[in-house]
């Protein structure tokens, strides 16, 4: 039963660049969320996709957009890059139309670096 | 705005004592989830609570829903170096966006 995976592992970006990450959520799930999380804080909240819509949106800046594909698994864009963007970008799945209550899954994470 | 804070930000303990953090929300909230993440790894679920006052155990930890469901609480009794890592509480604060709180970094001492 394979867990929830993402790509790259690590990135290196400059300013102003576009980068998009993959996640494919844990087997049987089909909700997705993705967090973005500073070094030393807590993860927050991005959006989260369910049958391929966004179902939910964080206190985010129109630059990060995200897909969602028929097979669940989703993408997460960033546009314009700023030094500020750099983090663990975390993706999370679960099942169900949204996450009130159901447990969330994280992957690895991407290491997102902007110089 | 909503917020889900935890107290204290670090505790260093010795191992074999016991550690505790505290969670606190601004809003009520529906359920409230805990997660541990080690040092350089991403968080891992570790228990859900959903009824007022309710209270779990999992082996040396303890965790308790408070009973106005704004706070929650995780205890480890007599810790082991294995649980060294950052303690996570969140919850649905606003539609099905889960909110963290700000973590309680453990560093157990040998």
């Known amino acids: 039963d394979a867990g929830v995976t993402q790509s790259p592992t690590h990135l290196i970006k400059t300013r102003g660049q576009q980068v998009t990450l993959r996640c494919s959520p844990k087997s049987g799930h089909d909700t997705v969320s993705w967090y973005q999380q500073a070094l030393g804080q807590g993860p927050q909240f991005i959006f989260q996709y369910y049958e391929e819509e966004e179902r939910q949106r964080g206190n985010f800046p129109d630059r990060f957009s995200g897909h969602q594909f028929p097979n669940y698994s989703s993408e997460l864009n960033v546009n314009a890059l700023l030094l500020g963007d750099s983090a663990l970008y975390l993706c999370?799945?679960?099942?169900?139309?949204?996450?009130?209550?159901?447990?969330?899954?994280f992957g690895p994470g991407t290491r997102l670096t902007v110089l | 705005g909503q917020q889900v804070m935890q107290i204290p930000q670090y505790q260093h303990v010795q191992e074999g004592e016991d550690f505790t953090t505290y969670c606190n929300s601004s809003?009520?909230?529906?359920?409230i989830q805990w997660y541990k993440q080690r040092p350089g790894g991403h968080p891992v679920f570790l228990i859900q609570?959903?009824?007022?006052?309710e209270v779990k155990k999992q082996k040396r930890l303890t965790f308790q829903f408070g009973e106005a469901k704004k706070n929650s609480s995780l205890h480890i009794t007599a810790t082991q170096t294995t649980d060294v890592g950052t303690y996570f509480c969140a919850g649905p604060l606003s539609g099905n966006q889960f909110y963290f709180g700000t973590g309680t970094s453990l560093t157990v001492i040998p």
């Open positions: 999370a799945s679960s099942l169900g139309a949204g996450a009130r209550t159901d447990t969330q899954y």
């Open positions: 809003t009520t909230l529906s359920n």
């Open positions: 609570l959903v009824k007022s006052g």
